[in-house]
């Protein structure tokens, strides 16, 4: 087990690696066109939109007017269905649990088939953690307007919202009484403490007042993985169900912070995919006037941004920025995107346009590879003069236990040489810096896999596993920095023990400060399935900060470390810290945080020894804009580790000290002598 550093010269280091069992702190919860499919099984299923030259629905061709093709190979339907809400009758059935159902309905089951035929299932998301209160009285009036204005028999209506958690408020009904009933019980403060936060930079920002702008950046990518992770969560929740569905997601915008938010974004998509779901984005915010000098409720702008122009221009690059997101999910899962409009009922004619009437093709592929390639659909009609939109392709399924090693092989690099990530698998990975000496890091980083998603098979008395991890560091020439290569195995005495728990993959980099992109792959060989995440990171150059601090890394085990004499900065002491890479805790436990401060100010005051130092730390913990809990204050006066000029601090919080709920934790340092302070903060969840 080598870390190969060869390519650019750096002496190959052994991999330090731990398979730890953590609590399970997963949080548990594009173009414009009318169709789209899934697999079920060996079915798949096609939704075919026929019209006329004038644009209207063709409601009479039979099945053997349609012609299906595969890699242009003619494939037999066995299933066919015409899909018309314009017939159902008013007196319908009015209720289905089709969310809050504990099992599945079976898709062949008559009952439920009867039921769903001819309907129209529409899901309204409501993301009041992206909302201000004015645009969540926006969005709730406009959903009233559309069941007191457009609702028709066909439809049937569900209300999903994502404040502090997900909620489905109401389950599929056509009872206008009770879905105005639940939209008027709204909250606009439901959510509050989840709005974007700032970069860091003060430039063309609100001069509030304040002595610091925070740098809030990681925080935003938390709340955007959040939201993703909340509509992939409605999209499984509804993969049962055979029929074309549509998700209608209000939202104040959100925002994509470079390629971080990538691997949720594509597991929420391709989640839609398969559960035949449209997500439809409606930017409630509407069309904005941009002012050059600021709103008028908001304090004058800082900087020269406003006399120069660019301040309209950032706060246009922001809005797209915000837009982009929302495109990308409606084009992806064949729904649309609403932006710059103040008519908010658009997106539910546009709803009920793409829905009154399609087809539902279902055949058998006669290729039985299941090598996991892209497969062409082509469907033909033989009727001139028609258009037909359906989907053009789909992944077949691959057979893992069949490839050779060198496929495996093949398939990891090329996973990793993908501009798309793989989400089969989820991973999560964090990554941190410490300095060494004045110009090298140690880099740790952290991969979680919940211990639910990795099968185990038995043998003797033992379950046993094994995972393969392949990752890359590179720089922005796109050089390799460093590179990893692993298989774990795991034997346990019951694979109970790992289900409802995380799996921990740690590892490290030395490297130098500069910019980098990391990405890692991680497949787990009982079924073969795959998962990727891969992020920027910048190791900065601390000779020019006022405060030479590391990162700061959440915990809440600690280890006795494999070897007794080692370069890791985490380990002191005779214990090792495991970082939380989601950073999501129980109340029964213990957070410890860790960072270091380097090279501080001396004390130049007559008496002082020469190694006197002044750093003064703290955490405080907010919730909302309100301070929830502050620990007391720890001063250091003599450099910890010498060797490194550092001042490390480890700190112990019993977490009973917090209710729970999502906080941002602030760590305070302030070095006395130099007059200069740090104020980093993360973002984490305490659970009961």
Same mark, same amino acid.
């Given at each position: ?66 012609? #299906? ?32 159902? %504990? ?9 439920? +088939?009867?039921?769903?035929?001819? /309907? /129209? ?30 609702? %028709?028999?066909?439809?049937?209506? &569900?209300?999903? &919202?994502?404040?502090?958690?997900? %909620? ?44 610091? %702008? ?51 974004? /594509? ?5 839609? #995919? ?20 600021? +709103? ?27 837009? +982009? ?57 033989? *009727? ?50 410490? *300095? ?71 590892? /490290? ?53 494999? *070897? ?125």
């Amino acid at each position: 087990m080598d870390a190969k550093y060869g390519r650019t010269g750096i002496t190959k280091q052994a991999i330090v690696f731990s398979l730890v069992c953590l609590l399970s702190s997963v949080p548990a919860f594009p173009q414009d066109t009318d169709y789209t499919f899934r697999t079920s099984a060996e079915i798949v299923l096609v939704n075919v939109t026929v019209r006329d030259k004038d644009g209207n629905p063709v409601r009479d061709l039979r099945r053997g007017d349609f012609t #299906v093709l595969e890699d242009n190979k003619a494939q037999q339907v066995l299933s066919f269905d015409l899909e018309n809400t314009d017939m159902v009758l008013p007196n319908a059935a009015s209720e289905l649990p089709l969310l809050n159902s %504990t099992q599945p309905k079976p898709v062949n089951n008559p009952e439920s +088939e009867s039921a769903l035929k001819n /309907r /129209r299932l529409i899901v309204l998301f409501f993301d009041l953690s992206s909302m201000q209160p004015d645009e969540i009285e926006r969005a709730v009036f406009a959903a009233v307007s559309y069941t007191d204005k457009q609702m %028709t028999p066909a439809d049937l209506v &569900s209300i999903v &919202s994502l404040g502090n958690q997900l %909620t489905i408020n109401q389950d599929f009904t056509s009872d206008r009484a009770q879905l105005k009933k639940m939209l008027q019980s709204f909250s606009a403060g439901s959510a509050e403490g989840f709005n974007t936060g700032s970069t860091g930079s003060t430039e063309g920002t609100a001069d509030t007042g304040q002595s610091f %702008t925070a740098d809030e950046t990681e925080f935003n990518i938390f709340n955007t993985d959040r939201r993703l992770e909340a509509l992939r969560s409605v999209a499984d929740k509804l993969a049962h169900v055979d029929e074309k569905k549509s998700l209608i997601y209000f939202s104040g915008g959100m925002d994509r912070t470079g390629i971080e938010n990538q691997s949720q974004l /594509r597991a929420a998509t391709n989640a839609a #995919v398969r559960a035949n779901l449209a997500i439809y984005t409606m930017d409630i915010r509407g069309l904005q006037a941009v002012v050059p000098g600021g +709103e008028a409720q908001n304090a004058s702008l800082r900087g020269t941004s406003p006399y120069s122009g660019k301040s309209v221009s950032g706060a246009f690059d922001t809005n797209a920025s915000t837009q +982009e997101t929302l495109v990308t999910l409606a084009g992806d899962t064949g729904g649309r995107a609403y932006l710059d409009s103040n008519d908010f009922g658009k997106v539910f004619a546009g709803v009920q346009q793409d829905t009154s009437v399609y087809y539902l093709l279902g055949y058998h592929s006669t290729n039985p590879a299941r090598d996991g390639r892209y497969r062409k659909i082509t469907v033909r009609v033989n *009727r001139p003069g028609v258009k037909l939109d359906f989907r053009r392709g789909y992944y077949a399924p691959a057979d893992f236990q069949h490839s050779t090693h060198e496929d495996r092989e093949r398939q990891l690099e090329e996973e990793l040489q993908s501009d798309l990530p793989s989400t089969d698998l989820q991973v999560y990975l964090g990554v941190s810096y410490f *300095r060494i000496s004045n110009n090298k890091f140690y880099v740790p980083v952290s991969l979680v896999v919940p211990g639910s998603q990795i099968p185990f098979t038995r043998n003797s008395d033992q379950d046993r596993a094994t995972i393969d991890v392949l990752g890359v560091v590179t720089d922005p020439d796109k050089r390799p920095a460093g590179e990893v290569r692993d298989t774990v195995k795991l034997a346990i005495n019951t694979s109970e023990l790992v289900q409802s728990k995380n799996v921990q993959y740690d590892n /490290r980099f030395e490297l130098t400060p500069g910019k980098y992109h990391l990405k890692f792959v991680i497949r787990e060989n009982q079924t073969g399935r795959i998962g990727s995440f891969e992020t920027d990171f910048t190791i900065p150059d601390l000779k020019s900060v006022p405060v030479k601090m590391s990162s700061v890394v959440l915990a809440n085990q600690l280890r006795t470390p494999s *070897r007794k004499k080692t370069d890791n900065p985490l380990s002191r002491d005779g214990s090792e810290i495991i970082p939380s890479v989601t950073h999501v805790f129980k109340a029964n436990q213990h957070l410890y945080l860790y960072y270091e401060v380097y090279d501080p100010a001396r004390i130049t005051a007559s008496g002082a020894a020469q190694q006197d130092i002044h750093l003064i730390t703290n955490v405080a913990f907010f919730r909302g804009k309100s301070k929830a809990y502050e620990t007391p204050l720890v001063i250091s006066h003599q450099l910890n580790a010498p060797d490194r000029h550092a001042s490390v601090f480890q700190l112990d919080v019993p977490l009973s000290q917090l209710k729970p709920g999502f906080y941002t934790c602030q760590v305070n340092v302030i070095d006395d002598a130099a007059g200069q302070f740090r104020f980093p903060r993360l973002a984490m969840l305490v659970r009961p």
